[in-house]
């Protein structure tokens, strides 16, 4: 069973920034698609940035220029560097692993922007 950890989360003021992580263990030599959606209250899941093993990437269209993610295969570990953030940024951030057609999420880890 894969599994997806994140950290990083936490309480930032607006215009500052904070890097999420997520390693994936278990059964696994590498992960192909690794990335990041979010889910504020009240709002569906939305796609944040993902990138593929060949390090193409595809982020949301509110996090571009601000948002950038990044990937160690050797550790299979996804990173999320995130910069001039906004209050609408606020929302539980989860990993999401896809691999040889199975899907997987972390349990997802808060980011709250607040003065």
């Known amino acids: 069973q894969v599994q997806l950890v994140e950290s990083g989360g936490g309480l930032v003021q607006p215009g500052g920034s904070l890097t999420l992580s997520c390693a994936a263990s278990?059964?696994?030599?590498?992960?192909?698609?690794m990335g990041w959606y979010r889910q504020a209250p009240g709002n569906e899941r939305e796609l944040v940035a993902m990138?593929?093993?060949?390090?193409?990437?595809d982020y949301g269209a509110s996090v571009k220029g601000r948002f950038t993610i990044s990937r160690d295969n050797a550790k299979n570990t996804v990173y999320l560097q995130m910069n001039s953030l906004k209050p609408e940024d606020t929302a539980v951030y989860y990993c999401?692993?896809?691999?040889?057609?199975?899907?997987?999420w972390g349990q997802g880890t808060q980011v709250t922007v607040s003065s």
């Open positions: 990138m593929n093993s060949d390090e193409v990437t």
């Open positions: 278990g059964p696994i030599r590498r992960v192909n698609t």
């Open positions: 999401k692993a896809l691999n040889d057609g199975a899907e997987y």
